[in-house]
């Protein structure tokens, strides 16, 4: 599924654009990702574009939605193109496996999700196999690399978990996606871009 944000859009959002951004098409569809966490992030990207290697895509985790949902938007800021993908929080982030964020943490130990900005690093072969490291950006999520906090695949992420179960595992606050799905992300997402994460307000179920 492709979504469609529209330049004008962005001006709404009261952005001054990046050039990569300015060429965002000029009709689109009703976004499936929430128009304040759009606005947010691109406020994070502007922000951060100084250490930014590459500025053509940008990734953003809705942790408002619940697990079910695919709620990891890949943006591309040239044309306004935005696939969605299933991800998993941090069991810290959910102590009752409810399949929704209830907080953050930026603790080592606290197995949980945090918020604010990430820089895309290298790719390593980790136990979840292939995987990319992070680079906290913000205050809320500087210790991310003492954390381990990456993007890699693990089982408990897939269409089949949301049918058979109603929502995703849990990781140890990564960004855990499904199989199927971690090329595309690393690929798209490659070192030196950036990811950002925030839960602006409840969703309906």
Not at 28 to 53: M, Q
Not at 84 to 113: C, I, K, Q, T, Y
Request: with cysteine; charged share 25%; glycine share 10%.
């Amino acid at each position: 599924m492709l979504t469609m944000f529209s330049r004008r859009q962005m001006l709404v959002a009261g952005l001054a654009l990046a050039p990569a951004a300015r060429a965002f098409a000029a009709t689109s569809v009703e976004p499936s990702l929430d128009p304040v966490l759009l606005r947010r992030a691109l406020e994070a990207f502007e922000r951060h574009r100084g250490v930014l290697k590459h500025r053509d895509y940008i990734g953003i985790a809705d942790f408002s939605a619940p697990s079910r949902r695919p709620r990891f938007h890949l943006l591309n800021l040239a044309d306004g193109r935005s696939s969605p993908f299933l991800v998993a929080h941090g069991r810290g982030s959910d102590p009752d496996h409810s399949g929704w964020v209830e907080r953050f943490s930026n603790a080592p130990g606290s197995a949980a999700s945090s918020e604010g900005a990430y820089l895309t690093g290298d790719i390593y072969q980790g136990k979840h196999g292939r995987s990319r490291r992070l680079t906290g950006l913000d205050a809320e999520n500087n210790n991310a690399e003492v954390r381990g906090i990456v993007v890699h695949a693990a089982w408990y992420v897939s269409p089949a978990m949301v049918h058979d179960h109603g929502k995703l595992g849990r990781s140890e606050g990564c960004f855990a996606f499904s199989d199927a799905d971690l090329e595309p992300v690393l690929e798209k997402l490659g070192a030196g871009r950036l990811i950002y994460a925030e839960k602006i307000a409840s969703h309906s179920a």
